[in-house]
Every structure is written in C-alpha cells, then in structure tokens.
C-alpha cells in the first residue's frame, strides 16, 4: 500500500493546476452559510475542551439528517456544485487530476 497522507496533502491535490486568477460568482447567502459553518467547527475543533471525549464529536457532527455532517453535505452536493464550472464538473467526472492516489491516513484498511 502506498504512504497515507495528511488532510492537507489530501485538500491541496491538484490546485495547482487551477489558474489562481479565476473566479466564480456566488449568492452571498451561500457564502455568508459556508462562512459560519466554517467559523463553527474552529470554533469547536480549536478548543479541546469542547469535545473532552468522542461523543462530543460525535453530537457535533451528527448524521445525514442533523447536525454539522447534514449541513456539509448539503453545501457540498448543492452551494458548492453549483457554484463550480462545468470544466471543473468534468475534470472531478473524468479525471483524477484533484483525486490523490495515496489514501489518508483515516482511511485506513480494518
């Protein structure tokens, strides 16, 4: 098996190959809802004693129908799809140009 990587090696794969010039446009709405939801798991995740043991983790996150787990998957399969380009819609569909093809370290095989 190859080297597990990190979140960040996982989050940055292939960026680079995306002009950093290039914009696209939002509702603010749905920006403002990323921003808060963002601001809410630092807020959470930089304070260890917010989660002193797993089932706090686990109340934060909840499942696919409450909880910060059903908001991210709400702004993931619709604000952020929308938002994205059609290209970009193509390269996640057709190539694994931002897929890594080392796995992360929490997928590992049990």
Do not use: C, W
């Amino acid at each position: 098996m190859s080297n597990y990587t990190t979140f960040e090696e996982q989050v940055n794969y292939g960026l680079e190959q995306i002009d950093s010039e290039r914009t696209v446009e939002m509702k603010l709405k749905d920006i403002v809802l990323l921003h808060q939801m963002v601001g809410e798991m630092i807020d959470f995740f930089q304070q260890p004693r917010h989660y002193p043991d797993v089932d706090d983790v686990h109340q934060l996150m909840g499942d696919n129908d409450q909880g910060a787990l059903r908001m991210m998957k709400e702004a993931y399969t619709t604000i952020l799809q929308d938002a994205l380009p059609a290209d970009i819609h193509q390269e996640f569909a057709e190539n694994e140009t931002f897929d890594n093809p080392n796995p992360p370290y929490y997928n590992l095989d049990y």
